[in-house]
């Protein structure tokens, strides 16, 4: 099972909105409803912050939101601030192959 | 407070056998799926192995054979056996807590290294 494909980097202004996206394949991302993502600050642990592709666990911000359309799933962060710097990775159930979960390449996000 | 805690880890040499522990609290353990994910240093995360309520294991074709996960939910406990490691084993493990399809919670990670 190949990672999935992220952009190495996105950046933005404080305030504006950037996209992320995630490109698989029929047996991840485009074959279920099961699109994760996770922020990771250097040196930390990553956390959780959409599941099932659009839901936002309690506590994470609404600024974060998800969507999939067909193999490629995109997290959107509106009103971009200095604390959303980090890596984010995308994470899907896979089926077909040995793993169970395939997570993305990661993107490193700036703001600038 | 959910927390997760991982113990063990450290510098084994290639070939060697380590095992990881992670210590749950803060929930109801046996309700839970549960799984290891690790970050070899300066990479992306990869799903390393994961373990379903009625014990049911799952790993990718990279550590199959070599990597046991269990559980003890008497413990609370969840457990990474690693054998016959190599330089590509290197990496920070985590323990994280999986509600079907996503990772809600996670330990702050046990650095491994396999070096001679």
Known sequence: ?112 | EVQLVESGGGLIHPGGSLRLSCAASGFSFQNYDMHWVRQRPGEGLEWVSGIGVGGRTYYPASVKGRFTISRENARDSLALQMNNLGGGDTAIYYCARGPPFALDQWGQGRLVTVSS
Not at chain 1, 35 to 47: E, G
């Open chain 1, 1 to 112: 099972q190949s990672a999935l494909t992220q952009p190495a980097s996105v950046s933005g202004s404080p305030g504006q909105s950037i996209t992320i996206s995630c490109t698989g394949s029929n047996s991840d991302v485009g074959g279920h409803e099961f699109v994760s993502w996770y922020r990771q600050h250097p040196n930390k642990a990553p956390q959780l912050m959409i599941f099932e592709v659009t839901r936002r666990p309690s506590g994470i911000s609404n600024r974060f939101s998800g969507s999939k359309s067909g193999n490629t799933a995109s997290l959107t962060i509106s009103g971009l601030q200095a604390e959303d710097e980090a890596d984010y990775y995308c994470c899907s159930f896979a089926s077909g192959g040995s793993s169970l979960y395939v997570f993305g390449t990661g993107t490193k996000v700036t703001v600038l």
